[in-house]
């Protein structure tokens, strides 16, 4: 069995995006490790260069500013990298540039992709998410967090990214998953306030025109982070590669529960959740099997 990791990145030094950390989390599990530069607006590349592992191959890309609305770029610049790993990798891990795997989580997904190696009919390896925001002390736990997402994909050009990148399908079609019972630690909502202010106002662009971010992406020097879901304190470990980071992190954040939009149906169905571990209307972008 041999493995293959790939991720896109564009710009991560300018907005601070922890490329290095997510790549170092899953590199003890690849075989080689394809990574898309775009064309950056900063030193991107030689940070790239410098990672010091022999794995590390880079793919140059041009990112295609018509696919900027919905997100579209994402899913062509993915597609791009996963078009450019050999046929003798059986499993691709894709993990994107604000993602993270814990240390302790390797034997598990090691184990799972050599049980289902030999079985076509698994497409992909689901992940349970963690979603930091504010700080790295605290998870979101409401309703807007999505649980689960392909993160392992079999080495078949058949599949596509899916939209935003978010997933992946197949023909069109939802992949057919099995749990990898492993987490992705996902650390996107969780930078300075100026650093995530300025990640948001250019992120937003990947999705909507100038004149629609303009309107609805408040102008500001630091990001607002009240406008928050359901959180909990965190009080498990992070990945080893997070610990500069973590220790860096001096920002304050303060978390009230009294500050969350909750309706009557809102909490009805969180209580249910709660209660059973069943989200009632969930998307899920895969097929379990």
């Not at 604000?98 to 390896?125: F, T, Y």
Request: proline fraction near 2%; charged fraction near 30%.
């Amino acid at each position: 069995m041999k493995v293959a990791g790939f991720t896109i990145i564009r710009n991560a030094m300018k907005y601070d995006y922890p490329v290095v950390e997510a790549i170092t989390s899953v590199l003890p599990l690849c075989d080689v490790f394809y990574v898309g530069v775009g064309n950056n607006e900063d030193a991107t590349r030689q940070l790239i260069e410098a990672l010091p592992s022999e794995k590390i191959k880079i793919v140059d890309t041009v990112w295609n500013e018509s696919l900027r609305e919905g997100g579209l770029v994402l899913s062509d610049e993915t597609n791009k990298v996963f078009d450019q790993i050999p046929m003798e990798y059986t499993w691709c891990f894709y993990i994107q540039s604000d993602e993270c795997v814990h240390e302790n989580d390797h034997e598990k997904i090691r184990a799972s992709m050599r049980l289902h190696e030999n079985n076509p009919q698994v497409e992909g390896l689901l992940f349970e998410y963690k979603h930091f925001y504010g700080q790295y002390n605290y998870i979101g736990v409401g309703r807007r967090w999505y649980k689960n997402e392909i993160r392992i994909i079999r080495n078949d050009k058949n599949i596509r990214s899916y939209k935003d990148a978010q997933g992946f399908r197949k023909n069109n079609e939802k992949l057919k998953v099995k749990s990898s019972g492993a987490f992705i630690y996902h650390y996107g909502w969780v930078k300075a306030p100026k650093a995530q202010q300025a990640k948001q106002e250019n992120f937003n662009k990947l999705w909507h025109d100038d004149a629609w971010v303009k309107k609805n992406v408040a102008a500001a020097e630091e990001y607002d982070y009240s406008n928050i879901d359901l959180l909990a304190e965190y009080k498990g470990t992070h990945p080893g590669v997070f610990a500069k980071r973590i220790k860096e992190a001096k920002w304050t954040f303060h978390y009230s529960d009294s500050k969350v939009k909750r309706n009557f149906k809102y909490r009805f169905l969180y209580w249910i959740e709660r209660l059973t571990g069943w989200r009632i209307g969930e998307y899920k972008n895969y097929r379990s099997i």
